[in-house]
Protein backbone atom coordinates (compact mmCIF):
# COMPACT_ATOMS: atom_id res chain seq x y z
CA UNK A 1 0.00 0.00 0.00
CA UNK A 2 1.50 3.44 -0.70
CA UNK A 3 2.72 5.61 1.43
CA UNK A 4 4.91 8.32 2.01
CA UNK A 5 8.44 6.78 0.64
CA UNK A 6 6.26 5.19 -2.56
CA UNK A 7 4.58 8.13 -3.38
CA UNK A 8 7.97 10.14 -3.05
CA UNK A 9 9.23 7.99 -5.96
CA UNK A 10 6.14 8.10 -8.26
CA UNK A 11 6.51 11.90 -8.05
CA UNK A 12 9.98 11.38 -9.37
CA UNK A 13 9.27 9.38 -11.60
CA UNK A 14 6.68 11.90 -13.13
CA UNK A 15 9.28 14.06 -12.98
CA UNK A 16 11.38 12.25 -14.84
CA UNK A 17 9.02 11.20 -17.58
CA UNK A 18 5.89 13.03 -17.54
CA UNK A 19 6.21 17.38 -17.62
CA UNK A 20 5.71 19.61 -19.97
CA UNK A 21 4.40 17.85 -22.75
CA UNK A 22 1.24 18.59 -23.93
CA UNK A 23 -2.08 16.19 -23.18
CA UNK A 24 -3.48 15.88 -26.48
CA UNK A 25 -6.40 13.09 -24.61
CA UNK A 26 -7.60 11.89 -21.36
CA UNK A 27 -9.23 8.61 -21.34
CA UNK A 28 -11.05 8.01 -17.87
CA UNK A 29 -11.31 3.73 -17.45
CA UNK A 30 -14.05 2.92 -15.29
CA UNK A 31 -12.77 5.27 -12.28
CA UNK A 32 -16.38 5.03 -10.86
CA UNK A 33 -16.42 6.44 -6.94
CA UNK A 34 -12.10 7.45 -7.68
CA UNK A 35 -13.48 11.02 -9.35
CA UNK A 36 -13.64 13.38 -6.09
CA UNK A 37 -16.88 15.47 -6.70
CA UNK A 38 -16.55 15.80 -10.62
CA UNK A 39 -17.67 14.39 -13.86
CA UNK A 40 -15.27 12.47 -16.45
CA UNK A 41 -16.23 15.24 -18.56
CA UNK A 42 -14.21 18.40 -16.08
CA UNK A 43 -11.79 15.79 -16.02
CA UNK A 44 -11.12 16.18 -19.43
CA UNK A 45 -11.67 19.41 -19.64
CA UNK A 46 -9.18 20.50 -17.07
CA UNK A 47 -6.03 18.61 -18.64
CA UNK A 48 -7.16 18.71 -21.95
CA UNK A 49 -4.59 20.63 -24.13
CA UNK A 50 -2.47 21.47 -21.47
CA UNK A 51 0.95 20.16 -19.51
CA UNK A 52 1.54 19.02 -16.00
CA UNK A 53 4.43 21.61 -15.11
CA UNK A 54 5.63 20.53 -11.74
CA UNK A 55 4.82 18.13 -9.20
CA UNK A 56 4.79 18.13 -5.21
CA UNK A 57 3.80 15.27 -2.39
CA UNK A 58 2.25 16.00 0.70
CA UNK A 59 2.00 12.94 2.88
CA UNK A 60 0.60 10.41 0.80
CA UNK A 61 -1.10 12.53 -1.77
CA UNK A 62 0.58 13.75 -5.31
CA UNK A 63 0.65 16.67 -6.57
CA UNK A 64 0.41 17.46 -10.42
CA UNK A 65 0.37 21.39 -11.53
CA UNK A 66 -1.74 21.54 -14.79
CA UNK A 67 -0.27 24.55 -16.95
CA UNK A 68 -2.34 27.90 -17.86
CA UNK A 69 -2.96 28.37 -14.25
CA UNK A 70 -5.40 25.33 -14.39
CA UNK A 71 -4.77 23.97 -10.83
CA UNK A 72 -3.26 20.86 -9.52
CA UNK A 73 -4.21 17.46 -10.92
CA UNK A 74 -4.15 15.14 -6.79
CA UNK A 75 -3.86 11.52 -7.16
CA UNK A 76 -4.20 9.34 -4.21
CA UNK A 77 -2.93 5.39 -4.34
CA UNK A 78 -5.38 3.77 -1.64
CA UNK A 79 -4.20 0.23 -1.33
CA UNK A 80 -3.03 -0.52 -4.79
CA UNK A 81 -2.39 2.58 -7.07
CA UNK A 82 0.41 3.33 -9.22
CA UNK A 83 1.80 4.96 -12.10
CA UNK A 84 3.34 4.12 -15.48
CA UNK A 85 4.70 6.41 -18.46
CA UNK A 86 5.03 3.87 -21.90
CA UNK A 87 4.92 4.49 -25.07
CA UNK A 88 2.82 3.42 -27.94
CA UNK A 89 -0.67 1.77 -27.83
CA UNK A 90 0.32 -1.54 -26.79
CA UNK A 91 1.52 -1.76 -23.26
CA UNK A 92 -1.12 -0.03 -21.64
CA UNK A 93 -1.10 -1.39 -17.76
CA UNK A 94 -4.23 -3.43 -16.38
CA UNK A 95 -6.77 -1.71 -14.18
CA UNK A 96 -5.74 2.20 -16.03
CA UNK A 97 -8.23 4.60 -14.38
CA UNK A 98 -6.67 7.31 -15.80
CA UNK A 99 -4.70 7.81 -18.61
CA UNK A 100 -3.04 10.50 -20.29
CA UNK A 101 -1.97 10.69 -23.91
CA UNK A 102 0.65 12.94 -24.67
CA UNK A 103 1.43 14.29 -28.09
CA UNK A 104 4.38 12.87 -28.65
CA UNK A 105 2.51 9.13 -28.65
CA UNK A 106 3.67 8.75 -25.19
CA UNK A 107 1.21 7.85 -22.24
CA UNK A 108 1.11 8.46 -18.87
CA UNK A 109 -1.52 5.65 -16.21
CA UNK A 110 -2.66 6.07 -13.49
CA UNK A 111 -3.84 2.05 -12.44
CA UNK A 112 -5.70 0.92 -9.13
CA UNK A 113 -6.68 -2.40 -9.06
CA UNK A 114 -8.63 -1.82 -5.58
CA UNK A 115 -9.82 1.68 -7.12
CA UNK A 116 -9.62 2.76 -3.23
CA UNK A 117 -7.54 5.80 -4.59
CA UNK A 118 -8.93 9.01 -5.55
CA UNK A 119 -8.67 11.67 -8.81
CA UNK A 120 -9.24 15.53 -7.84
CA UNK A 121 -8.22 18.56 -8.43
CA UNK A 122 -7.55 21.77 -6.42
CA UNK A 123 -6.57 24.91 -6.74
CA UNK A 124 -3.40 24.95 -4.65
CA UNK A 125 -2.41 22.00 -2.69
CA UNK A 126 -2.17 23.95 0.58
CA UNK A 127 -5.80 24.43 -0.31
CA UNK A 128 -6.67 20.90 -0.64
CA UNK A 129 -4.65 20.47 2.61
CA UNK A 130 -6.43 22.22 4.75
CA UNK A 131 -9.87 21.20 3.41
CA UNK A 132 -9.21 17.64 3.88
CA UNK A 133 -7.19 18.27 7.50
CA UNK A 134 -4.08 16.60 6.73
CA UNK A 135 -1.35 17.27 9.36
CA UNK A 136 1.93 18.46 8.39
CA UNK A 137 4.39 16.02 5.95
CA UNK A 138 5.94 13.56 7.78
CA UNK A 139 9.41 14.97 6.30
CA UNK A 140 8.57 18.50 6.13
CA UNK A 141 11.59 20.50 7.17
CA UNK A 142 8.96 22.27 9.55
CA UNK A 143 8.39 18.89 11.50
CA UNK A 144 11.64 19.29 13.32
CA UNK A 145 12.14 17.58 16.63
CA UNK A 146 10.57 20.47 19.01
CA UNK A 147 7.74 20.44 16.66
CA UNK A 148 7.17 16.68 16.78
CA UNK A 149 7.42 16.89 20.66
CA UNK A 150 4.99 19.25 20.62
CA UNK A 151 2.43 17.06 18.34
CA UNK A 152 3.12 13.88 20.39
CA UNK A 153 2.58 16.18 23.58
CA UNK A 154 -1.05 15.05 25.50
CA UNK A 155 -1.76 12.83 23.02
CA UNK A 156 -3.72 9.67 24.46
CA UNK A 157 -3.88 6.14 22.49
CA UNK A 158 -0.68 4.30 21.20
CA UNK A 159 2.64 5.52 18.97
CA UNK A 160 1.14 3.74 16.15
CA UNK A 161 -2.06 5.26 16.37
CA UNK A 162 -0.17 9.20 16.64
CA UNK A 163 1.93 7.84 13.73
CA UNK A 164 -0.12 6.66 11.55
CA UNK A 165 -3.41 9.56 12.23
CA UNK A 166 -3.20 11.64 8.94
CA UNK A 167 -4.71 14.55 10.67
CA UNK A 168 -1.53 14.43 12.97
CA UNK A 169 0.94 13.72 10.29
CA UNK A 170 0.67 12.98 6.87
CA UNK A 171 2.43 10.00 4.96
CA UNK A 172 2.78 6.93 7.30
CA UNK A 173 0.68 4.10 7.44
CA UNK A 174 0.53 0.45 8.58
CA UNK A 175 3.64 -0.61 7.27
CA UNK A 176 5.72 1.88 8.47
CA UNK A 177 4.72 2.47 11.65
CA UNK A 178 5.71 -1.14 11.84
CA UNK A 179 9.43 -0.44 10.60
CA UNK A 180 9.53 2.65 12.53
CA UNK A 181 8.29 0.48 16.08
CA UNK A 182 10.73 -1.91 15.38
CA UNK A 183 13.45 0.51 15.00
CA UNK A 184 12.22 1.51 18.17
CA UNK A 185 11.98 -1.82 20.13
CA UNK A 186 8.08 -0.63 21.00
CA UNK A 187 5.10 -3.08 20.41
CA UNK A 188 2.19 -2.08 18.16
CA UNK A 189 0.23 -1.31 21.39
CA UNK A 190 2.87 0.81 23.35
CA UNK A 191 1.25 4.05 24.74
CA UNK A 192 2.40 7.42 23.77
CA UNK A 193 1.89 8.52 27.24
CA UNK A 194 4.59 6.13 28.06
CA UNK A 195 6.99 7.55 26.62
CA UNK A 196 9.57 10.07 27.67
CA UNK A 197 11.33 12.64 26.19
CA UNK A 198 14.54 11.30 25.40
CA UNK A 199 12.30 8.50 23.41
CA UNK A 200 10.00 11.19 21.46
CA UNK A 201 13.00 12.84 20.09
CA UNK A 202 14.14 8.65 19.16
CA UNK A 203 10.77 8.52 17.87
CA UNK A 204 11.52 11.69 15.52
CA UNK A 205 14.79 10.39 14.57
CA UNK A 206 13.63 7.20 13.56
CA UNK A 207 11.04 8.37 11.75
CA UNK A 208 12.35 10.05 9.74
CA UNK A 209 15.67 7.74 9.17
CA UNK A 210 13.17 5.24 8.37
CA UNK A 211 11.36 7.03 5.64
CA UNK A 212 14.41 8.48 3.63
CA UNK A 213 15.97 5.17 4.19
CA UNK A 214 12.91 3.63 2.16
CA UNK A 215 13.19 6.41 -0.60
CA UNK A 216 16.57 5.97 -1.33
CA UNK A 217 16.44 1.66 -1.70
CA UNK A 218 13.62 3.22 -3.87
CA UNK A 219 11.12 1.13 -1.65
CA UNK A 220 12.55 -1.86 -3.06
CA UNK A 221 12.51 -4.09 -0.20
CA UNK A 222 15.43 -6.09 -0.69
CA UNK A 223 17.51 -2.96 -1.29
CA UNK A 224 16.36 -1.95 2.55
CA UNK A 225 19.74 -2.28 5.29
CA UNK A 226 19.22 -6.30 6.46
CA UNK A 227 18.20 -4.94 10.15
CA UNK A 228 14.95 -3.91 8.51
CA UNK A 229 11.63 -5.59 9.47
CA UNK A 230 9.80 -4.58 6.26
CA UNK A 231 10.29 -7.42 3.87
CA UNK A 232 9.37 -9.96 6.64
CA UNK A 233 6.23 -8.85 7.19
CA UNK A 234 4.38 -11.44 6.25
CA UNK A 235 2.87 -15.38 7.58
CA UNK A 236 5.76 -16.83 8.24
CA UNK A 237 8.08 -13.84 8.25
CA UNK A 238 10.86 -14.20 11.40
CA UNK A 239 12.76 -11.25 13.06
CA UNK A 240 15.94 -9.71 11.25
CA UNK A 241 17.03 -9.36 14.87
CA UNK A 242 17.16 -12.44 16.35
CA UNK A 243 15.21 -14.87 13.82
CA UNK A 244 12.35 -15.62 16.07
CA UNK A 245 8.65 -16.08 14.11
CA UNK A 246 6.94 -12.29 14.11
CA UNK A 247 3.70 -12.24 15.82
CA UNK A 248 0.86 -10.25 14.02
CA UNK A 249 -1.44 -8.36 16.16
CA UNK A 250 -5.10 -6.39 15.72
CA UNK A 251 -3.53 -2.61 16.11
CA UNK A 252 -5.16 0.50 14.75
CA UNK A 253 -7.63 -1.44 12.63
CA UNK A 254 -4.60 -3.24 10.87
CA UNK A 255 -2.44 -6.09 11.69
CA UNK A 256 0.68 -5.31 12.84
CA UNK A 257 3.92 -7.03 12.96
CA UNK A 258 6.09 -7.15 15.60
CA UNK A 259 8.50 -9.60 17.13
CA UNK A 260 7.19 -10.68 20.88
CA UNK A 261 11.02 -10.76 21.80
CA UNK A 262 12.50 -7.20 21.54
CA UNK A 263 9.48 -5.09 20.64
CA UNK A 264 8.21 -3.71 24.46
CA UNK A 265 4.86 -1.90 25.09
CA UNK A 266 7.19 0.58 26.93
ZN1 LIG B 1 13.54 -10.15 17.46
Same mark, same amino acid.
Given at each position: ?????????????? %?? *??????????????? !?????????? *??????????????? !?????????????????????????????????????? +?????????????????????????????????????????? %???????????? @????????????????????????????????? +????????????????? @?????? !??????????? @???????????????????? %???????????????????????????????
Amino acid at each position: MPELPDVQVFKEYL %DA *TSLHQRIEHVRLGDP !RRMLEGMSAK *TVRSRLEARALESTR !RHGKHLFAEIGGDAGWLVLHFGMTGGVQYYEGNEGEPD +FTRLRLDFHNGRHLAFTDTRKLGSIAFAESVEEYVDAKGLGI %DALDPALDKDAF @RELMTGRAGSVKGALMNQSVIAGIGNEYSDEIL +FQMGLHPKAKLADLREP @RIDELW !RTMRRVLRTAI @RARVDTARLPRSYVLPHRHG %DGKCPKCGRRLERVSAVGRSAYYCPRHQKKR
